[in-house]
């Protein structure tokens, strides 16, 4: 799958009006109109990817060996597979040819490239042009290696909103009527501040507001 990724990067590179990245499962539903979601992409310079270290099994024990001394345990990370980047950072993963033949040569099952070569690669050279978090929402309080799968009778306007505003962002003031986002005070970083868009767990659509 990462290959494919990069390769889709790459296609998109080669138009250069071409600013931000986003790659998605085509289960992934927005939770906030286009309008909205472009100007928050668009209002940093970070891009989103999520990587994490995980202790248990399924992050530092698909971590081989074989991969120091070039990636240490300590650089290994863990994350969604879904990201959104900026042009610069799209350009250096494409660029990469060390540590994308590390991966492809030693993280075989049950270590997955997806959750693991962006995250780690991104947090090993170039951790300060992430927000360090994804933007998709899933539910993993339910046991397995898959988050919850939500379909049409889960999916109602309770359910929607309370994902949409659930936390109280610092940075930016949520109008709830019209379900935007606007700043208040914009910056480079915008802390733990997100939108959500519902992960790759989830059938169906709702109502999303204006």
Not at 82 to 110: G, S
Not at 147 to 171: Q, S
């Amino acid at each position: 799958m990462v290959d494919a990724e990069r390769r889709l990067l790459a296609n998109a590179l080669l138009d250069k009006s071409n600013q931000r990245f986003v790659l998605l499962s085509d289960s992934c539903i927005p939770l906030f109109n286009f309008t909205t979601i472009y100007d928050y992409l668009t209002g940093t310079n970070l891009s989103y990817i999520g990587s994490f270290d995980d202790p248990r099994t399924p992050g530092r024990g698909r971590y081989n060996p074989k991969m120091y001394p070039q990636i240490n345990i300590t650089h290994w990370r863990k994350g969604s597979q879904w990201f959104e980047t900026t042009r610069e950072l799209a350009l250096h993963i494409i660029e990469d040819t060390v540590y994308y033949k590390i991966f492809d040569q030693y993280c075989k099952p049950p270590c997955y490239m997806d959750e693991h070569y962006i995250p780690t690669f991104v947090h090993m050279l170039h951790g300060e042009m992430s927000a360090n978090r994804s933007l998709t929402w899933v539910d993993w309080s339910r046991a397995g290696p898959h988050p919850a799968r939500f379909i049409w009778p889960d999916v109602t306007d309770e359910f929607l909103n309370r994902i949409r505003f659930t936390d109280k962002c610092p940075y930016y003031v949520l109008s709830y009527g019209m379900g935007y986002i606007r700043p208040r005070h914009p910056g480079p970083r915008v802390g733990s501040c997100r939108i959500r868009v519902l992960g790759s767990g989830l059938v169906g659509s709702g109502s999303f507001g204006s």
